[in-house]
């Protein structure tokens, strides 16, 4: 905890105040559109932007992590809220910082309990196909404000200013930086210069909605922003609890997942440890502390995140100086938030989520492994047919799902003997000789619940095309671990092969799984001892000299 | 299908026979009670024994599975059904009925999708688990109908006949089977006789309660059964079908996991191959089945399958013989079967159930992996708190969070080559020799992505602790799969080491993983060749010898 602060010096000011403003200045459009997704007025994503990131500041892992509304978390707060109060009432509000406070626990409990290596339980191309199901969701969403109404139908002034919007901020996206290069400036200063054009496009959008006076036209507005600072929210009706819990767990390993990948990104790049468990405990701080100030759920977010890192930011001051900038905002006179037209809010929304739509993952997956593609397919498909918290629920399924499905077909081989050597290798790929009495089967894969089951029915399988085996050796060099249901195997294994007369014995055990055994009641049911090497059990066991056993034990 | 009928012999009836008795003679109270479990009128166990057993035999893997109602599934049934409409009531018995449809169609969707492997979902310490805790809530659920009130209130007649039923069943589990040895029966048909104890205990209960007139003494009786074949029960509520989906797909992954293991412990013993894809066919057809019969839920029973295999049963026409006679009870006169006293019934449930209580797997395991000890208890106390639906899905997140867990703690061993050979071995294990410019990393686990977020950390931690590294080889031996969130990560390795001017390689990657990098732009990424053996990666990238890469690749 604040271990940055110990070592910060002064070279690293310049850094973190520029960064500091610049994303203060996407933050603004950003965090009052993400508040519209969630179904929130515009300001709450103000609330949510600045004493979140100065508690994350002091209690997470990332130096360069940008913590503040999400549009994946907004998304699925809109979600889980909408069926429990009516939108833009006082208790969507309530509702929306109480999940807050919900996601909040469950991150700090998990990470006091150490469960970081929950974030595994998605693999990538399902996280890619959820993201984009995601984006494309949000854009859909957004397709009514942008028109200023439900599709096919549009209001003209509002789909004018809006569809507008979207056009000036690809343009932005494309034409700005080399414009701002070809004016002189340098090319990474204007990088990070064109990720204002967000900024830039709702100002005029403001200023073009005021001066043709819109608003009389029909064209819809933010809203009140009330001046000053977010008022201390900690109401908490018990009534509505149990509703969020289970949606609190969801959207806290969403946001666990989502500011985890954005870590990590920038870690890898700054060549820094992120710790897991700190990571939870700073995202669970951060998410009570939108609960504080009226906000709602808040995550890490990758873009935002880069554009930080891009922006020069050394620390988390710079988090803590886009904090104050944007109190700073709420303390000034806002009335002029409240003019900002919604057609360009839900412009920035749509224009930002399509960077979003990323296929490079799902191009890669399809030409290398048909399973994974198949997964991010079905994934995106979920969240788009079925909602972003079934979505989340079949993602870890298909992921888990895989794993077992890879894990059901472990790789097993006979093995034989080089010729004139000690060494042992798969009979299929060498010309390697075998004995009709002794079976030596090598298993490539740790032994654990998910692939029992088929090992066992290999080692049937192999049994009964070998009939003139009387031992059995299982080749333990690839096993690292082998777990209760595999041992509880193990044991059965044993009892049936000896049923019929033929003997279960293990080879090049590893240490510790071999401590672990000498634990249990297996090796004393096994006829003989665990043998050192594959050489010594087929030597020994060949032709029935068992007689000689004892030595090798 | 009917593959058994094929190669039938006539030295089998006798046995087939024999079994189909003896198995008619248990179902009749077991099926009776376990309709009571699901909250169902008694006669509706003997409608799901009739059509569901005769079903699977067409279309079941398992020679000696015995299908039918079943306590767990009972158990979920209730709990599923007891929201949606009122105890007793027609709705009660057509949701029943249309539950046993869901799960039906899902088990014959899952085995069309050849989905099997999902019974590796759960493991074995959880299934123990699992299975204690119902058995523990089914037995406090008859307590009431035990004692004919709520402990710790009773009503002593029906308590004194219930109370004095467990006592004979008890008596008769112990005693039963070497007396009747004493008199001369053989040992074996001893052990299957003493399994109609709850039959007879039963019939004397009856025979009790007609003597003594209990009912005007307010002792409850199982009520009218009435006489003839169940009605086909086709009628469809659409309104209910959305709430019965996800309990659908519960159960069915629980009839499922609860047939694959009777029918798993069976095939060992009569050495017979298993496939879990036509299982999931069979079990689907008997719940179509049951639906169409009025009956519920349906699986296969690990107690009941182990007296029709110990009975003599051969092929599944002993299940068709006792499906016969059951209906051959029906269509008799029942009237007889109204008059068993509830508090009999609730007993022979309640010592039935008893025997699930099994802690073997348990203490094993609390002594062989504290860590399986827990995921027992987790779910064990998860079924009881929470109810038995929770605690199938805590059950899968156990098994799943421990296999993540153990995932992303994967063996890596920095090699050293053993002086004077070839052989490269952990230098924490072996007098080994390292190079301060080639850093050798073997990797004990399969790339997915569950483990490479721990991989990469390892890999930065070797780095730092190894300045002098220029090269990085990562040695594949026992990597068998590379899965697309690897293969990214490989990319990224790459990369992020390549910015510090360290190379990565690859070394003795095995055929069928080569073939599918080959696929992918990592080989063209890497700084050098992919090395068939470590010695060879050692030797040529010792102090700069980058040169004469091109003739390893």
């Known amino acids: 905890m604040l271990h ?10 310049a850094g973190d105040i520029g960064a500091g403003i610049v994303v203060a200045m996407m933050l603004i459009p950003q965090g009052m559109a993400y508040a519209l997704v969630a179904g929130l007025p515009p300001v709450a994503g103000i609330y949510a ?54 996601c909040g626990i469950v991150l700090l409990v998990c990470g006091l309990l150490r469960l970081g290596f929950l974030a595994n339980f998605f693999s990538r191309p399902v996280m890619s196909g959820f993201t984009v199901g995601c984006a494309l969701a949000i854009a859909a969403g957004q397709v009514k404000p942008l028109l200023g109404a439900s599709f096919p139908h549009w209001h003209a002034p509002s ?11 690809f343009a932005a996206r494309r034409y700005l930086e080399p414009l701002l290069q070809r004016c002189g400036m340098p090319a990474h200063a204007a990088g990070v210069a064109a990720k204002l054009a967000p900024m830039l496009v709702v100002l005029g959008g403001l200023a073009l909605a005021s001066l043709l006076q819109l608003q009389e036209q029909g064209v819809k507005l933010a809203g009140d922003v009330p001046s000053g600072l977010p008022q201390l929210n900690l109401a908490l009706s018990h009534a509505h609890w149990r509703a969020l819990l289970q949606p609190g767990l969801l959207i806290g390993f969403v946001i666990f997942l989502m500011s985890m990948s954005a870590a990590q990104a920038l870690a890898q790049k700054r060549n820094e440890k992120l710790v897991s468990n700190h990571e939870l405990i700073g995202l669970g701080a951060a998410n009570v502390a939108a609960m504080m100030s009226g906000g709602f759920p808040v995550t890490g977010s990758l873009s935002r995140s880069a554009v930080n890192f891009a922006a020069g930011a050394q620390t988390p001051l710079a988090s803590i100086i ?35 739509l990323e296929l490079g993952t799902l191009k890669t997956a ?28 079949v993602g870890v399924l298909l992921s888990m799902g895989t794993l077992i499905w890879r894990a059901s077909r ?19 790929r060498y010309p390697a000789e075998t004995q009709p009495d002794v079976l030596l089967l090598r298993v490539d894969a740790n032994l654990f619940f998910g692939n029992v089951e088929a090992v066992g029915e290999r080692i049937e399988e192999e049994v009964r095309s070998h009939p003139t085996a009387q031992h059995l050796v299982l080749v333990m060099t690839a096993v690292s671990s082998i777990d209760t249901s595999a041992l509880f195997a193990l ?11 033929i003997a279960l014995h293990l080879a090049e055990v590893k240490g510790p799984v071999l401590d672990r055994l000498r634990e249990s009641d297996l090796p004393a049911q096994l006829a003989g001892p665990i043998f050192l090497s594959t050489a010594m059990a087929a030597q020994k066991l060949h032709k029935g000299r068992d007689g000689e056993y004892a030595e090798y034990i």
């Open 4 to 13: 940055w602060l110990k070592h910060y010096r002064r070279a690293m000011l």
């Open 49 to 102: 932007s600045i004493l979140p990131p100065i508690v994350y500041a002091l209690f997470g892992s990332s130096m360069t992590q940008s913590v503040g509304p999400m549009a994946i978390v907004s998304l699925m707060t809109g979600a889980v809220l909408a069926p429990l109060a009516p939108g833009g009432s006082g208790l969507y509000s309530v509702l929306a910082a109480q999940l807050a406070l919900v």
């Open 159 to 169: 789909a004018m200013l809006g569809i507008g919007a979207v056009i000036a901020l």
């Open 322 to 356: 886009t904090a104050v900038l944007l109190a700073g905002a709420l303390v000034a006179p806002t009335g002029w938030l409240a003019l900002l037209p919604l057609p360009v809010l839900a412009a920035t929304i749509i224009v930002a989520v399509l960077g979003m």
């Open 366 to 393: 399809w030409r290398y492994d048909r399973g994974d593609a198949a997964a991010w397919i079905v994934t995106c498909g979920g969240v788009l047919v079925l909602g972003v918290e079934a979505g989340v629920v």
């Open 410 to 428: 472990p790789h097993i081989a006979v093995l034989g003997r080089i010729a004139g050597t000690e060494h042992f290798r798969n009979i299929d």
């Open 491 to 501: 044991g059965e294994w044993n009892a049936s092969l000896k049923r019929r007369g």
